[in-house]
């Protein structure tokens, strides 16, 4: 399988965070593959009409995305209920934890995006709108953060763990974890883990 890749997407790193967490690494041949909203890649584009990555190509040619629909491929090529709970409440409380850390990736790309346009074209109303949304998500990690510590390590926990690291990798310095020490304490354990070193965020 194809995987179009990049060491500095987000998305990128959930799909190969959970192939690594689900042994399956060895399998995605990585294609490094550049994208931006300003510009358009001919090469990705015949795979996704989207543009966007990750993309996975499977050996049939068949090319799948987004980068939930990938982990759900992999977990079920695992044998299934391994990183997504088959049913139940179980799976609704993963997705709901997923959701909200897919979300909050998605806020912290826009809230880039919007911060390294020009002066003179730099929406402050969308930069404090986005710093509202940002300290909110926080406030409710912090308060679920026992909780979903205790879960068993899934889709959900792959969302938030690589969304706080992007804001790290992306917005360095920020003390946000001295607000936050029950997330913050969480967020250790998670980058120990041998995937999520596997799988750290790098430019190049």
């Given at each position: 399988?194809?995987?179009?890749?990049?060491?500095?997407?987000p998305?990128?790193?959930?799909?190969?965070?959970?192939?690594?967490?689900?042994?399956?690494?060895?399998?995605?041949e990585?294609?490094?593959?550049?994208?931006?909203?300003?510009?358009?890649?001919?090469?990705?584009?015949?795979?996704?009409?989207?543009?966007?990555?990750?993309?996975?190509?499977?050996?049939?040619?068949?090319?799948?995305?987004?980068?939930?629909?990938?982990?759900?491929y992999?977990?079920d090529?695992?044998?299934?209920?391994?990183?997504?709970?088959?049913?139940?409440?179980?799976?609704?409380?993963?997705?709901?934890?997923?959701?909200?850390?897919?979300?909050?990736?998605?806020?912290?790309?826009?809230?880039?995006?919007?911060?390294?346009?020009?002066?003179?074209?730099?929406?402050?109303?969308?930069?404090?709108?986005?710093?509202?949304?940002?300290?909110?998500?926080?406030?409710?990690?912090?308060?679920?953060?026992?909780?979903?510590?205790?879960?068993?390590?899934?889709?959900?926990?792959i969302?938030?763990?690589?969304?706080?690291?992007?804001?790290?990798?992306?917005?360095?310095?920020?003390p946000?974890?001295?607000?936050?020490?029950?997330?913050?304490?969480?967020?250790?354990?998670?980058e120990?883990?041998?995937?999520?070193?596997?799988?750290?965020?790098?430019d190049?």
């Amino acid at each position: 399988m194809k995987i179009h890749w990049s060491p500095r997407s987000p998305y990128v790193r959930k799909v190969m965070l959970a192939a690594h967490e689900l042994g399956l690494q060895d399998r995605l041949e990585r294609q490094r593959t550049v994208v931006a909203m300003s510009s358009s890649n001919a090469d990705l584009r015949a795979d996704n009409p989207l543009n966007k990555i990750p993309t996975l190509v499977l050996d049939d040619g068949l090319a799948i995305f987004d980068s939930y629909v990938i982990c759900e491929y992999l977990d079920d090529l695992a044998g299934g209920g391994r990183i997504i709970p088959p049913r139940g409440r179980e799976r609704l409380l993963a997705q709901r934890l997923h959701a909200l850390g897919q979300g909050f990736l998605d806020l912290l790309i826009l809230m880039r995006n919007e911060r390294d346009r020009a002066d003179t074209l730099r929406s402050e109303p969308h930069m404090k709108a986005f710093a509202d949304k940002r300290a909110a998500t926080l406030e409710q990690l912090e308060r679920e953060a026992p909780e979903f510590a205790r879960a068993p390590f899934g889709i959900g926990h792959i969302a938030i763990g690589c969304a706080l690291s992007y804001w790290d990798f992306r917005f360095g310095g920020d003390p946000w974890r001295e607000a936050h020490p029950q997330l913050a304490a969480w967020h250790a354990t998670f980058e120990a883990r041998p995937a999520a070193q596997a799988t750290a965020f790098a430019d190049g």
